[in-house]
């Protein structure tokens, strides 16, 4: 798995800089921690990054429910799992 770069830049840099810090978002793929005060407050991601990142999120929670399905002995055999599915594309083909 391939970790996302990261930058820190303070929040003044944000106002100032704004296209700077969007072009390293997207070009770079970079994230960029804006800190005020010397702590970290905002992050900023190129668009792309952020769609890749949710949907990397959601897989993972989708994972965790089958396997919490499994854990809780909520399972159906393979097969008789595709004999229902193509039973029911049958009928709505009708």
Known sequence: MQSLAESIRPSADLRSRYSE???????DREAVIITVNG??????LGYEQYQ??????????????????VRG???????????????????RKQ
């Open 21 to 27: 810090i969007s072009r390293q978002c997207r070009e």
């Open 39 to 44: 702590r970290g407050d905002t992050v900023s």
């Open 52 to 69: 890749q990142m949710k949907a990397k999120i959601e897989l993972l929670e989708m994972l965790s429910e089958a396997e919490d399905d």
């Open 73 to 91: 002995g909520r399972v159906a055999p393979m097969q008789s799992s595709f004999d229902a599915l193509r039973a029911e594309l049958q009928k």
